[in-house]
């Protein structure tokens, strides 16, 4: 094995504090990147949840419309428009909405309200944990997820409320269906969820539309456009896009958490290349010494990328072992943030070459060392 | 005659520029043989650490002809002067220029290493090379737990282990009491003439005189004494001063 590992590794780890100070550069700032990105991700699932919890191959939504949460209102005649194309399996109405929930001790709290046919098994609660979901067709059942009993001022199954001055009861219980705006979702039964959005009978939120089997879909879904006019038909991909779209660019959330990103980035590769620039320079006589004993400048180059490597690497794992600990602390939690293979992936190649382009510094000085300085000291 | 090594003809060198210009080099003819050492000698500022820069290769002449080994060093970038070094060159530097933390056997590696020589092999042969100047004992110490006399053996085993054409020392005795100048000078002598190299000393010391074969004295610039082997012209008889 060459020995240019081994002179990188005695170079980093010889100053221990200078090591460990880049250490923490480099971890404050993967961490930084790994902690926006993360949420970057989460945000982007808890946006779509909805969409991705419904068994629709298309969405018929108000024109315009920029996302799953928009209160804009359809036709319900679009329903058999819809039902009549060749190679549609059914269309089932969808009301969602804003809505008010009053505690038995009569303060109020805003809940977002969802409702569908239970028999059609369109969107649905999931995860239920405990009670009925057969039980929201009752008048005044819902589902609720036992995260928001504090904030619905509920301790369980049988509780009771009320919403828009109906009378309701808490007939099965979720886990982990969480709203990014910190409103509860509460899953109703259709007719139950015109009443407490005020939806007239004759409007719907969306049409869900599910295609029989074996069916041309390009051809089914130019045939529903034909038919909604100046309603909107989306695939469950482009809905879902649109809505993610929506909420991290559109609102400007996305690029706030990428603008963090990208903060981490840059002080990450600024402590990198101060400390880096620092070690070649007090290593400077040593380089200057294997120049003058004829080394080429790319075994320099190495032993100052091999340092920038280790860094990497070495801060990487510390990094990553912080980022496990805040997903796992954050799972369980309104905006959870999510992790992903590639994420990882990418972070560390982010790392390796924040951690390289951060010796070019160290690079650039080492060009200009004369050997003949060996001689003058 | 023995091979010529390094053979430079009308060497010049002006350092400075406008009124602080200075003629280091003022036309210098030299050859250095193998089986020869040779000692450079002369005051302070006559030119000696310029002279051996440039047959180092680590300074261009300004006007003049090196040839190294045969090869002219004419119109030679830093990379391909950088490449002579490594393939004709061993040098010994006064400050010894360890790799602090190094052992001694990696320090001595390292000549390997640079010119692509790795593993097991390049370890034993820097063991071997450690054992020539009596500090394979001493192959795991750090730099800072052995004494100058020791840096300085371990600096010139760093500089014979590739077998290099020419050894260039400069003032390698110079932070050394007498014991350890000698032992230093007597491995020296020993690579020059058992080893078959070209060894340049470039140095104030005086005791060193009776391990030359060749003393050369430069003055402002110009070489203006040479003296070769035999008692008549060195001032200490040469099988004295090799005694151990």
Avoid at chain 1, 168 to 195: H, Y
Wanted: with cysteine.
């Amino acid at each position: 094995m060459s020995l240019v590992m081994t002179l990188a590794s005695r170079n980093l780890f010889h100053d221990r504090l200078r090591f460990i100070a880049t250490l923490v550069g480099i971890v404050f700032s993967v961490v930084l990147v790994m902690i926006q990105m993360g949420l970057f991700l989460g945000f982007g699932r808890m946006v779509t949840t909805m969409i991705d919890h419904a068994n629709a191959d298309l969405w018929v939504i108000p024109k315009g419309a920029k996302c799953f949460e928009d209160p804009s209102l359809l036709d319900l005649k679009l329903r058999e428009k819809v039902a009549a194309v060749d190679g549609v399996a059914s269309v089932v109405p969808l009301v969602i909405g804003f809505s008010d929930w009053r505690l038995d001790s009569g303060e109020m709290t805003p809940v977002f309200v969802i409702g569908t046919d239970l028999k059609e098994g369109v969107l649905s609660p999931w995860n239920v944990v405990d009670g009925d979901v057969h039980a929201l067709s009752q008048s005044g059942g819902v589902a609720v997820d036992r995260s928001y009993f504090d904030r619905l001022g509920i301790k369980g199954l049988g509780a009771t409320a009320e919403i828009r001055g109906r009378r309701v009861k808490v007939v099965a219980l979720t886990d982990g269906i969480r709203s990014f705006t910190t409103t509860p979702f509460v899953f109703v039964d259709l007719k139950n969820a015109r009443l407490y959005t005020g939806t007239f009978p004759n409007r719907a939120s969306d049409l869900v539309a599910r295609l029989k089997p074996d069916t041309d879909r390009a051809k089914a879904i130019d045939a529903v456009r034909a038919q909604v006019g100046d309603a909107e038909v989306l695939t469950a991909d482009e809905f879902r896009s649109r809505s993610r779209s929506f909420w991290l660019f559109g609102t400007g959330a996305g690029a706030a958490l990428f603008a963090g990103a990208l903060l981490g980035v840059i002080v990450g590769t600024v402590i990198v290349a101060q400390t880096l620039y620092s070690s070649t320079k007090d290593h400077l006589s040593e380089f200057a010494t294997l120049r003058a004993m004829g080394s080429s400048n790319n075994y320099i180059y190495n032993v100052i990328i091999y340092q920038a490597l280790l860094n990497a690497v070495i801060g990487f794992v510390l990094a990553a072992a912080i980022g496990y600990v805040v997903v796992e602390m954050t799972a369980k939690s309104a905006l959870p943030i999510v992790i992903t293979p590639w994420l990882v992936a990418a972070l560390l190649a982010l790392t390796i070459v924040m951690c390289v382009s951060s010796g070019i510094g160290a690079i650039i000085r080492v060009v200009r060392i004369d050997p003949a300085t060996v001689f003058m000291r | 005659m023995n091979e010529i090594i390094i053979e430079a003809r009308e060497l010049r060198k002006t350092l400075g520029r406008g009124a602080g210009q200075v003629q280091a080099l003022r036309g210098i003819d030299l050859s250095l043989r193998r089986g020869e050492l040779t000692l450079l000698m002369g005051p302070s500022g006559s030119g000696k650490t310029t002279l051996l820069l440039i047959l180092g290769c680590m300074l261009a002449p300004s006007s003049g002809t090196l040839s190294i080994c045969g090869t002219s060093t004419e119109h030679a970038d830093k990379e391909a002067l950088a490449k002579l070094r490594r393939d004709h060159f061993g040098f010994v530097f006064q400050s010894y220029h360890l790799f602090p933390t190094l052992t001694a056997a990696q320090n001595v590696q390292m000549a390997l290493d640079i010119r692509g020589e790795h593993g097991r092999a390049a370890a034993k042969r820097a063991r071997a090379a450690l054992g020539l100047v009596g500090l394979e004992q001493k192959a795991r110490s750090r730099p800072n737990a052995l004494s100058g006399g020791e840096q300085q053996r371990v600096a010139i085993a760093r500089a014979i282990v590739a077998n290099p054409s020419v050894i260039l020392a400069d003032e390698p005795t110079s932070a050394l009491d007498g014991d350890n100048g000698r032992t230093i000078m007597r491995i020296l002598a020993e690579t020059a003439h058992e080893r078959d190299r070209a060894v340049l000393v470039v140095t104030h010391d005086p005791r060193i005189i009776p391990f030359a074969d060749r003393i050369i004295e430069i003055e402002d610039g110009l070489l203006v004494n040479e003296k070769s082997d035999g008692p008549e012209q060195l001032r200490v008889p040469k099988a004295a001063a090799l005694r151990p």
